[in-house]
């Protein structure tokens, strides 16, 4: 599964490829994945991207008043490609999920290798929505989230912290990869603190 830093990577190479480019097609290959009908894939078409951001883990392309909003589940995953196949890509159940031809030539493919298609696509006016996205919590990598906002919201949690950690109207993009690898840092780090107190403690005692 994508972890938060690595959206938040794709997300920046995203923007600098997409911003000021024109969209020329959007062309679906998995109906299932498409979770809005309303306003329709095709109203990206001929507009501009003015941007691409991210909320927590959810890539959100801006287009100027509509925005193609992705969750890439467990698999999913964004292609460039600097050359689109000259054709349409046939629905079926292979890995394609949807394909987005810029104007000038190239643009990027949405694809899911698992064989349970859990990739979401969302056509809407706001992020917010999109209600996953409407419930996230404050997001870790914005820093906008000190120690102390941290540990207020962790107070009225109850259950184990790494439940806690994953749970996305607590903290946006924090899943159980990545809460677990923060986890064992913090683990780290306070064997470390006990061991240098320890020493510190016993090089005292044995001080004249």
Same mark, same amino acid.
């Given at each position: 599964?994508?972890?938060? *830093? %690595?959206? %938040?990577?794709?997300?920046?190479?995203?923007?600098? #490829?997409?911003?000021?480019?024109?969209?020329?097609?959007?062309?679906?290959?998995?109906? =299932?994945?498409?979770?809005?009908?309303?306003?329709?894939?095709?109203?990206?078409?001929?507009?501009?991207?003015?941007?691409?951001?991210? !909320?927590?883990?959810?890539?959100?392309?801006?287009?100027?008043?509509?925005?193609?909003?992705?969750?890439?589940?467990?698999?999913?995953?964004?292609?460039?490609?600097? !050359?689109? $196949? *000259?054709?349409?890509?046939?629905?079926?159940?292979? $890995?394609? @999920?949807?394909?987005? !031809?810029?104007?000038? /030539?190239?643009?990027?493919?949405?694809?899911?290798?698992?064989?349970?298609?859990?990739?979401?696509?969302?056509?809407? =006016?706001? *992020?917010?929505?999109?209600?996953?996205?409407?419930?996230?919590? *404050?997001?870790?990598?914005? /820093?906008?989230?000190?120690? %102390?906002?941290?540990?207020?919201?962790?107070?009225?949690?109850?259950?184990?912290?790494?439940?806690?950690?994953? #749970?996305?109207?607590?903290?946006?993009?924090?899943?159980?990869?990545?809460?677990?690898?923060?986890?064992?840092?913090?683990?780290?780090?306070?064997?470390? @603190?006990?061991?240098?107190?320890?020493?510190?403690?016993? /090089?005292? %005692?044995?001080?004249?």
């Amino acid at each position: 599964m994508p972890e938060l *830093p %690595e959206v %938040e990577v794709l997300c920046r190479r995203l923007d600098e #490829r997409l911003s000021g480019r024109r969209i020329e097609a959007v062309q679906l290959a998995s109906f =299932s994945a498409l979770k809005t009908y309303d306003p329709p894939l095709s109203s990206l078409e001929s507009r501009a991207v003015a941007g691409v951001g991210r !909320r927590g883990k959810w890539v959100c392309v801006d287009t100027g008043g509509e925005w193609l909003v992705v969750h890439l589940a467990k698999s999913g995953w964004v292609r460039w490609r600097d !050359r689109m $196949p *000259p054709a349409a890509p046939r629905p079926g159940r292979g $890995p394609l @999920a949807l394909r987005v !031809r810029m104007e000038g /030539g190239g643009g990027f493919e949405l694809t899911e290798m698992a064989t349970e298609k859990r990739l979401a696509l969302y056509v809407v =006016s706001s *992020p917010d929505e999109v209600d996953q996205i409407a419930t996230l919590g *404050p997001d870790p990598l914005t /820093g906008d989230l000190p120690r %102390e906002r941290l540990g207020a919201l962790l107070a009225g949690e109850k259950g184990d912290l790494k439940h806690a950690l994953s #749970r996305q109207s607590l903290l946006a993009g924090v899943g159980n990869a990545w809460g677990w690898h923060g986890l064992t840092d913090i683990h780290q780090e306070a064997r470390g @603190a006990r061991k240098d107190a320890h020493h510190g403690d016993h /090089g005292a %005692e044995q001080a004249p």
